[in-house]
């Protein structure tokens, strides 16, 4: 049984948590002489700096979602605080940090994060005339932090890339196996199927000279048949898609759509369903638009990765159905710039429904799907 801890069981609890613990470790301790820490008292501590700590504070709490950003107002409170007397983002730091590492999406912006933060730390030197040992012990101390992030966050896709080629791979060699079947299948029926022709056809070109040869040419055609029939249902049994977790089950709908934005959400995207559609559509159009919605999320999932934010969106424009699906993916993700497998495969849903769709990346970031055929879903 695999066990999960609270920061994935119940991530913004704990992440509200974390951040009032660091916060009031921020606040309470203090350089003492030596390497020692020292407790002060919170009415010691200047209202502006609390005010700052508060924001740095508030910043860790959104650590999951834009955690490039967090660490930026983290790095500007700090920046904030030195001009303050002996103040810093202590702990807070160190959080936002990490998370950079571990959450952020891009190597570029984390790799980014990283610079900045050290750069902020030779700030605080020149401007504190700190020794240049505890300096150098910071600048590995941040190294540190971002790197046990990143390999984890490493770790985590490589672990699910692995997970998905062995599905693929499982699926693959189904896919063989019931096309090892069917050809069996055919050549079952066909060889029993040619047997009962001809031992038909003998029976009727005896059936006057010799009734009792005929009657025992229809047994031997009646005992075929069942034959027959007997191995089509153990194969077309076999053939049958599974009903299970991962089979294909009922046809999913409109109404299965809170559970899917579940099943991506528990993935890592923050997903917003708006439904303002009052007609009720066929089962034919609620499959292909629950299935462009599937494909949308999935592709957001893939190529934006973990803590994107996403919007899906179902409206009626006159006689026709809109879904939009959008998401907020920083402008530097890269998305593949020809039409793959499942935009053609959403576009083709559409056209089946006398639809179009559109794909494409926004100006402002991210991607949009925008999908529009008949509430009818009448066929193009």
């Not at 951040?19 to 501590?45: E, I, K, M, N, Y």
């Not at 006057?208 to 029939?229: H, N, Y």
């Not at 999935?298 to 179902?314: D, I």
Request: proline residues 6%; charged residues 20%; positive net charge.
């Amino acid at each position: 049984m695999k066990l999960i801890g609270p920061f994935t069981r119940w991530p913004r609890i704990s992440d509200a948590v974390l951040a009032g613990l660091l916060c009031g470790a921020t606040v309470l301790l203090r350089d003492g002489p030596g390497d020692s820490l020292v407790v002060r008292s919170v009415t010691d501590v200047p209202l502006p700096v609390l005010f700052v700590l508060g924001v740095a504070t508030v910043a860790v709490y959104l650590r999951r979602r834009a955690p490039t950003p967090v660490l930026g107002v983290v790095l500007g409170c700090w920046c904030l605080l030195l001009l303050t007397d002996g103040y810093d983002v202590g702990f807070l730091m160190i959080a936002a940090l990490y998370s950079v590492g571990r959450h952020e999406v891009t190597s570029r912006r984390a790799s980014a994060g990283l610079a900045a933060s050290i750069a902020v730390l030779l700030l605080d030197r020149f401007v504190l005339s700190g020794p240049w040992g505890e300096t150098a012990f910071g600048i590995v101390f941040m190294f540190v932090v971002w790197y046990v992030g990143r390999r984890l966050r490493l770790r985590r896709e490589h672990a699910a890339q692995r997970r998905r080629q062995r599905a693929d791979e499982a699926r693959r060699i189904v896919a063989e196996e019931r096309t090892h079947i069917a050809r069996e299948l055919h050549d079952v029926v066909a060889h029993q199927v040619s047997m009962m022709t001809v031992q038909a056809g003998a029976a009727q070109a005896v059936a006057e000279i010799d009734p009792a040869g005929a009657r025992e040419a229809m047994a031997a055609v009646e005992r075929a048949g069942r034959q027959t029939l007997d191995e089509l249902r153990h194969l077309l049994g076999v053939l049958r898609p599974e009903t299970g977790a991962n089979g294909i089950g009922p046809v999913p709908g409109l109404t299965d759509l809170p559970r899917l934005i579940g099943q991506v959400t528990a993935a890592g995207l923050d997903v917003r369903l708006t439904d303002e559609l009052t007609t009720p559509l066929p089962t034919r159009a609620q499959l292909s638009a629950y299935r462009i919605v599937q494909e949308a999320l999935t592709n957001v999932l893939k190529h934006s990765g973990s803590g994107t934010r996403a919007e899906v969106h179902l409206r009626e424009d006159g006689t026709d159905v809109v879904l939009e699906i959008t998401d907020h993916a920083p402008p530097s993700t890269a998305r593949p710039h020809a039409a793959g497998h499942g935009i053609i495969g959403m576009r083709e849903r559409a056209s089946l429904l006398g639809g179009t769709l559109e794909a494409g990346p926004r100006p402002e970031g991210g991607f949009r799907v925008v999908a529009r055929f008949p509430v009818q879903g009448a066929p193009a």
